[in-house]
C-alpha cells in the first residue's frame, strides 16, 4: 500500500523513518510504501535459516549476517527515486562489510539475501525487489516460498526453483555452505 506520493530521497527517508513508529516501511523508487508484519511461520523459517547461515559464517569468518529487515540502499537516482529495501537476511562479505556497515543504511548491496513470502506479498514487488538486488550488485538473492515448500535462487545468470529434498548451496558467495531445502521449513 502506497502512503505517500511525493518522491523522497534516501537520506529523506532516513529521517522520516526515524519520526515514525510501530510500521515497517521500505523507500520504493522514491515513494515510502507500508509493509505488513510478518506472521509466526515467516520468523520460524527465518530463524531456522539465519541460524545456519550465522553458524556457518562464524565458524569460517566470512563476514557478517543481519535479519529483521535491515536497510539497503540499492538504488541512488538523480531522479529522486532512491530505493532502500528491508531484507529479512542479509550476508556481507568480510572484505565488504569492513568498509560499508555502519549505523545507519547500509550503502552497498548484500552478497546473499533472502527473502521469506509471507500472504501479504505482491508477485510484482517481489520481482522488483529482486531485480533491485541483482542490478545494486547482490551475487544471490533465495526466494523462500512457505506454501509450496520451495525456494527460488535468483543471481545474474538466471533463476533455479529448488524443492525439499534439493540442496541449497551457498556456491562461491557462501563456500562451504550446504542445507537440504526442507529443513528450513518447521515440521
Known sequence: MVLEKQLISADMFLEYVDQIEDRLVELVEGVVVDMSR???????????????IYSHVREHDLG??????TGFVL???????????????????KVKASESVSSGWTTVAPDLAVEVISPSN?????????????????????????????????????????????????????????IRVGDIFPS
Not at 506472521?39 to 527465518?46: Q, R, S
Not at 538504488?75 to 562479505?93: C, H, P, Q, S
Not at 520481482?127 to 506454501?147: E, R
Open 64 to 69: 557478517r549476517v543481519a535479519v529483521g529487515d
Open 38 to 52: 510478518p506472521g509466526w511461520e515467516h520468523g520460524e523459517i527465518l530463524m531456522l535459516v539465519a541460524s545456519q
Open 122 to 178: 505482491e508477485a510484482a514487488d517481489i520481482k522488483l525487489k529482486i531485480l533491485q538486488l541483482l542490478n545494486a550488485g547482490t551475487s544471490l538473492v533465495w526466494v523462500v516460498y512457505p506454501d509450496s515448500r520451495i525456494v527460488d535462487a535468483h543471481s545474474m545468470s538466471g533463476a533455479k526453483t529448488l524443492r525439499e529434498n534439493d540442496t541449497l548451496s551457498g556456491g562461491d558467495v557462501l563456500p562451504g555452505f550446504e
Open 75 to 93: 538504488e541512488r537516482r538523480e531522479d529522486g527515486k532512491d530505493t532502500v529495501r528491508g531484507l529479512d537476511l542479509a550476508f556481507i562479505n
